[in-house]
């Protein structure tokens, strides 16, 4: 200190260190770094080798540390350092636990954490906190009506503080009938009698069981099919119906010389026909579906991920989109992965855009 030093760093370089103990070493180096010169700073930074990282740096913050050494997600070499999104929400989150505040702008964090991850080429694993895919999502059915009936239930965090649109209900095998019936309320089925409920949950069952994951545009087809079985009308269903687009086929070739695609998409009673050429193959098939589809949607992210193993494995697309200010994200699963992106786009014209359209 008396060389001049004005911050004092004090690194858990190889990830040893546990939160009880690297808490009391602060506390004990803070006394005495302030009786000697209370504007110098100590700062640490932390090492993630035994996965206790961001643990260790929120014990520092809550000893008395000023200054604290992070990366987005965590990354670093071996097992990475400190994630800044876990520590910086934990502090924001429990405020009155740790009694001090960081000028992180939290709205920015999910667009960060992506361009990082972009740049780095290093996926974000599904279950992170904060920043992975699910960490804002509810398929446990008693999650998803606690949620529905109160959000602080079971969301400590909104995910509009980090930069997302909101949270996600999943609906899987594992969804009870009220998350269900909260996403039939939103394409508009809103006069379905228990028994008519009943019915429709139960193709609803068979399918998830098949797809795991089942979407708007899936809960869609099945209630439409129930009503031409049972030939009830519905003036909201004929309304979703004359607006809702759904792929009848599509053909993509893939080349380094000339990558096309042929879709054909039908809306209410109406067949389109589409085929355009593109950059790649994605490209070539978003163009011909967006040709008919003709709204000036932008996309911003495309993911491939498996969710299941084997030659029949089941790929997942997941892609965000900007429309008119406004950003949207659409999912969708299927063994052809070009299949899969193709209803990902019509997901997310079906649930977010042409949903909005449906009268209140």
């Known amino acids: 200190m008396k060389a001049g030093a004005t911050i004092i760093n004090v690194p858990d370089t190889v990830g040893y260190a546990v939160p009880e103990e690297f808490g009391e070493l602060i506390f004990k180096l803070n006394d005495r770094l302030k009786n000697l010169n209370d504007k110098a700073l100590l700062s640490v930074h932390c090492h993630n080798d035994l996965g206790m990282a961001t643990s260790n740096t929120r014990a520092a913050i809550k ?8 990366t987005i ?47 780095m080429g290093l996926d974000v694993q599904v279950n992170k906190a904060i920043t992975g895919d699910n960490a804002f999502a509810h398929s446990s059915g008693i999650h998803q009506d606690g949620v529905l009936k109160s959000r602080d239930a079971y969301k400590i965090i909104s995910p509009t503080e980090v930069g997302l649109t909101d949270m996600e209900l999943v609906l899987t095998a594992r969804s009870g009938r009220h998350a269900v019936k909260n996403a039939l309320g939103k394409l508009g089925f809103n006069q379905l009698t228990d028994p008519q409920f009943e019915d429709i949950i139960t193709h609803f069952l068979e399918l998830a069981d098949v797809k795991k994951e089942v979407y708007n545009h899936d809960l869609y087809v099945i209630t439409e099919n129930y009503y031409s079985k049972h030939d009830m009308n519905n003036q909201d269903i004929k309304y979703y119906s004359d607006n809702f687009y ?31 050429v593109g950059s790649g193959p994605i490209d070539a098939l978003y163009s011909s579906i967006k040709e008919i589809i003709d709204l000036d949607i932008k996309l911003l992210e495309y993911k491939i991920s498996r969710v299941s193993r084997g030659k029949e494995a089941l790929g997942k697309v997941k892609l965000q989109v900007d429309y008119k200010g406004e950003k949207y994200i659409a999912k969708a699963t299927d063994t052809d992965v070009i299949k899969a992106s193709a209803l990902a786009y019509i997901n997310v014209v079906n649930s977010n855009i042409v949903g909005n359209l449906l009268p209140v």
């Open 63 to 70: 000893n008395g540390a000023d200054k604290v050494e992070c």
């Open 73 to 119: 997600n965590g990354i670093g070499e071996r097992a990475g350092n400190a994630a800044l999104e876990e520590v910086v929400m934990a502090l924001n989150t429990r405020q009155a636990f740790y009694n001090v505040h960081s000028n992180i702008n939290t709205k920015e964090i999910m667009n960060t954490s992506k361009l990082v991850s972009s740049l």
């Open 246 to 276: 759904e792929l009848i086929d599509l053909q993509v070739i893939s080349n380094p010389i000339f990558p096309s695609a042929s879709v054909k998409i039908k809306k209410g009673n109406q067949i389109f026909k589409s085929s355009t």
